[in-house]
């Protein structure tokens, strides 16, 4: 409760209120409690437009005169019968009635008050309540759905952190070309996807590396090269880009609607295209959004150096295991290959040949002619190694003019066969002025042997093919020799080999 006083009486004044005059202005909304007037020259306004409640008391001259007026009607009904009664004291009794008379209307009224000003109030608190609680609720509104938008990005963000941290620690370019469509498939809820990498021998063409939700002949049936107009766009945009904005050909807008393409994104690494994505539409039917597209280049740019790392790494692992000269495995990995394939052939119980072969009179040639025609003998004898195996064999080039092919689940007789078979392709070969050669052609001789029938570990495997071949060498060269004829091989050169 709040006593507000007359402000004739400032001693007793709590509350300093704005007056003018014998007014007081009070905003009963703001105030928001019951007031106990206890002066009678004042008036109060409620300020909310609501009721404006004006309380009048008279000065207190005109209060004197009603006394003495009331005074006198009450003197003389009162005591009327009372003749001897002197007019004073008629007059004094009346005037005591009278402030009795006041004193309790007094109370009255402002109890009346106090519950008027109660319920001016209370509705006008009630009104503001309910003015600010629509404020509050719609302001609550719009924090909820901040809030949620808050959070959906929280979410998205840890999303593409974690499937950055999945992307960049894939090393195999198939599996991270496999996780990035996936991915890609699974945030974007798309129909498809086709990833298309620069080929590494021609860099003008685009292939096809990987396919989600088409066929591998439908995505090789949409081809690009770097110059087309498509493709020089999207680079030089470096942001996804919705087919159907950048076309203006009717025709080309319904060849990329007949493959379910929408968007393409490019993949640049080092300001260079690597490659670039044709996703289709999405499951709901609903365009790309802002968002969608955004999401598309911070995803496809994380995975443009994924891929540029993965390349990386598998370039440097093929030289780590190639030989420089012919492109052949070398001797480390070759090594690697032939414990390996023991290994698996002791578990299956099937056999592993092991073939090794060198260039006769390769000496000869070489010194003749010279180093560069030697190396160039060496690239064409690879490649008709190469076309001569199957996808399951290994060839390696051993050292110098050596090489050695495993044949993973060959015996001894599909060995023989397909040694004679590569002897004859070399010896019909055309090689660059092979007639300088003792036999005027260039050839080779080879030694192979068998496991298990012929060695029953990877050394000794080793080493009596490396003396079939010896033997191949001793009995003329341009042969073929099988360590299963070993009873024509000098069991002293295998202890030699052996101790060696």
Do not use: W
Not at 259 to 269: C, R
Not at 349 to 367: E, G, Q, T
């Amino acid at each position: 409760m709040i006593l507000l006083t007359n402000r004739n009486n400032p001693a007793t004044k709590i509350l300093d209120i704005p007056v003018k005059n014998d007014y007081i202005f009070m905003n009963l909304a703001q105030i928001r409690t019951s007031f106990l007037i206890c002066s009678p020259n004042f008036y109060i306004y409620s300020m909310n437009d609501i009721e404006t409640t004006k309380f009048i008391d008279y000065r207190t001259v005109t209060i004197i005169l009603l006394v003495i007026i009331l005074s006198f009607l009450v003197g003389f009904l009162i005591f009327d019968v009372f003749t001897s009664v002197s007019v004073g004291y008629k007059l004094f009794v009346g005037a005591v009635l009278l402030l009795t008379i006041a004193i309790l209307a007094n109370r009255k009224l402002s109890s009346r008050i106090l519950t008027i000003t109660d319920e001016l109030t209370e509705s006008g608190v009630l009104l503001k309540t309910k003015a600010y609680r629509q404020q509050i609720d719609s302001k609550t509104q719009e924090l909820t759905l901040l809030n949620r938008e808050l959070k959906r990005h929280i979410y998205e963000l840890h999303n593409l952190f974690q499937i950055s941290l999945d992307l960049t620690a894939i090393r195999e370019l198939e599996q991270l070309i496999n996780s990035y469509l996936n991915t890609v498939i699974g945030q974007l809820r798309i129909k498809n996807a086709v990833l298309y990498l620069v080929d590494t021998h021609n860099k003008r063409t685009l292939h096809v590396s990987k396919a989600k939700g088409l066929t591998e002949e439908e995505a090789e049936k949409l081809t690009f090269e770097t110059t087309d107009n498509i493709v020089e766009t999207v680079f030089q945009k470096r942001q996804p880009i919705v087919i159907a904005d950048e076309l203006t050909s009717l025709k080309e807008i319904e060849y990329f609607r007949h493959y379910d393409s929408e968007v393409i994104t490019p993949l640049i690494h080092s300001h260079k295209l690597i490659g670039m994505m044709v996703s289709g539409s999405k499951i709901n039917g609903e365009p790309y959004t802002q968002t969608d597209l955004e999401m598309l280049t911070l995803i496809s740019n994380i995975v443009a150096v994924a891929i540029a790392n993965a390349q990386l790494y598998h370039r440097l692992k093929e030289q780590s295991i190639t030989d420089e000269l012919t492109g052949l495995y070398n001797y480390r990995y070759f090594r690697i290959r032939l414990r390996d394939e023991v290994s698996r052939a002791r578990r299956s119980a099937r056999p592993v040949s092991l073939v090794i072969l060198d260039v006769d009179h390769f000496k000869n040639y070489n010194d003749t002619l010279g180093h560069p025609a030697g190396d160039q003998v060496l690239k064409q004898i690879a490649k008709i190694l190469t076309n001569s195996v199957r996808d399951t064999d290994v060839v390696a080039r051993y050292g110098g003019e050596e090489f050695c092919i495993i044949l993973p689940e060959v015996d001894e007789k599909g060995t023989k066969i397909f040694c004679e078979r590569l002897r004859q392709n070399v010896e019909e070969y055309p090689f660059f002025k092979e007639e300088i050669q003792p036999n005027n052609c260039l050839t080779i001789s080879l030694g192979a042997a068998t496991y298990p029938n012929d060695a029953k570990i990877t050394k000794e495997l080793l080493i009596k093919a490396d003396a079939a071949l010896y033997y191949a060498k001793n009995l003329g060269r341009n042969r073929v020799c099988l360590y299963t004829e070993r009873n024509m091989i000098s069991p002293k050169l295998i202890q030699s080999q052996m101790i060696r």
